[in-house]
């Protein structure tokens, strides 16, 4: 079938036609600006025919976009009352694939039968980092992710040590992606207009992701040191090894979380594991 996505209402008839309101409960704030979905999906430097899965097209703006570039769009949406809308659009084009469930469910290698899959999604705030979490750290691995944040949370994930939105968000995403914020979004595009400002951030994970109990040591050390942030680490790590295991990372134990970088906190995990 030949895509009709050219001939499809404007979305904010679309929305009106299907009688349909943002829920607050699902993180609903929409894009229906096609100037702005149209460069998160140039953002997201996708090629025609590569895999997207989407979390959370709700009316299908964004999802418009992804599918304007060529690419192959597997969208997940929590929210039933888009069933409808959504079929009209995958009936436009052969390039959509509904699933309707939750996007902290789903098994995203399934969805992408194996193929690389790049993630892109205006995520709902409410569960944006448990999100980013499970594709950065869990057992499969997105080619690239193009995903808005608020723009507080962007800058905990782009944030680098002695920055004061340096935390343990921003050495575990680091210590696995790359991570770079690449535009920032004001309320006013979002309908309904959320209360804070919003970001796009662009992640590509590392081909030397650290191995799962690398990463559960990470976990465990950043806890610990972030914790008590402004300690020195020589004691919010006593309980973990204090100076010996400091010392063995090669950090100094008088230093605070928030000055030591990635790398210092991944010897720190190896030093950890090593003395177990
Ligand atoms: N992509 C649309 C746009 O840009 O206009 C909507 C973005 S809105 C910020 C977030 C969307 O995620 C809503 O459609 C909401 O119903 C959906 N959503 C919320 N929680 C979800 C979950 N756990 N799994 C899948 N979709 C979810």
Redesign the pocket.
């Known amino acids: 079938m030949a895509d009709a996505l050219a001939d499809l209402p404007p979305?904010r008839e679309t929305l009106a036609e299907h009688g349909l309101m943002?829920?607050k409960s699902?993180?609903?704030?929409?894009?229906?600006d096609l100037n702005i979905?149209r460069k998160i999906a140039r953002l997201a430097q996708l090629a025609a025919g590569d895999r997207v899965i989407?979390?959370?097209?709700?009316?299908?703006?964004?999802?418009r976009a992804l599918l304007e570039t060529g690419a192959r769009v597997t969208a997940?949406?929590?929210?039933e009352r888009?069933r409808p809308l959504l079929e009209d659009l995958a009936r436009a084009t052969d390039r959509l694939t509904l699933v309707f469930?939750?996007?902290?469910?789903?098994d995203e290698g399934a969805l992408a039968a194996g193929e690389p899959a790049h993630v892109v999604?205006?995520?709902?705030?409410?569960?944006g980092t448990p999100?980013l979490i499970k594709w950065l750290t869990g057992p499969w691995t997105p080619a690239s992710l193009t995903l808005?944040f608020q723009k507080e949370v962007a800058e905990r994930i782009t944030a680098r040590a002695n920055d004061p939105a340096y935390g343990r968000l921003a050495v575990i995403v680091q210590a696995t992606a790359e991570a770079q914020g690449v535009m920032d979004v004001p309320a006013r595009a979002?309908?309904p207009p959320p209360k804070v400002e919003s970001a796009v951030v662009r992640l590509t994970p590392r081909a030397d992701r650290p191995a799962p109990e690398r990463l559960d040591a990470l976990q465990r050390l950043t806890a610990a040191a972030f914790g008590q942030r402004r300690k020195m680490l020589r004691s919010s790590l006593k309980t973990l090894g204090g100076e010996p295991l400091i010392a063995a990372a090669g950090l100094d134990p008088q230093a605070r979380a928030e000055t030591v970088g990635v790398d210092g906190f991944l010897a720190l995990a190896d030093a950890w594991r090593a003395a177990r």
Request: charged share 15%; net charge negative; aromatic share 12%.
């Open positions: 979305l943002a829920k699902f993180g609903q704030h929409f894009l229906l979905t989407e979390v959370g097209p709700g009316p299908g703006g964004l999802t997940v949406e929590k929210d888009f469930g939750d996007a902290l469910d789903v999604s205006n995520l709902p705030y409410n569960v999100l808005m979002f309908t």
